[in-house]
């Protein structure tokens, strides 16, 4: 009676596995694109896949904006220093930030499934540069009408 549902539990974390990716995102004073910055700055998943942040310079963290995710996406924040893990599963576009450093510009962009950028996604009410660092991450994505 033991060995049954072990082996198939054994199964379902074999499939889990095959079909679910795990992208390193790393936290950076200093990055390819200047100061304060997540690398890489956008990430495309399928649902179910999972972020996991890396510390790369410390004292930055990773945490969901909160007007920047899907209908129904579960918020994150993670600690200072913290290396934390997020699967995502709802289709869309997520905004991620480092909460220390927004009014510099220390965000990043996710796509996951299959979207497209909304007018208007990017939350008015953010910092100057948190905006402006989206619009370059979109550009260098190919993705809506950012400025050159
Ligand atoms: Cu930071």
Known sequence: MKTLPLAAAALFSLAASASAETVEVRMLSRGEHGSMVFEPEYVELA???????RVGSRSHNAASIDAMAPEGATPFKGQIDEEIAVTLDRPGFYGIKCSPHLGMGMVMLVKVGEATVSEGFVDPALPARAKKRFEEIMGRA?????EP
């Open 142 to 146: 190919g993705l809506g009408e950012a």
């Open 47 to 53: 649902p179910g896949d999972t972020l996991q942040f």
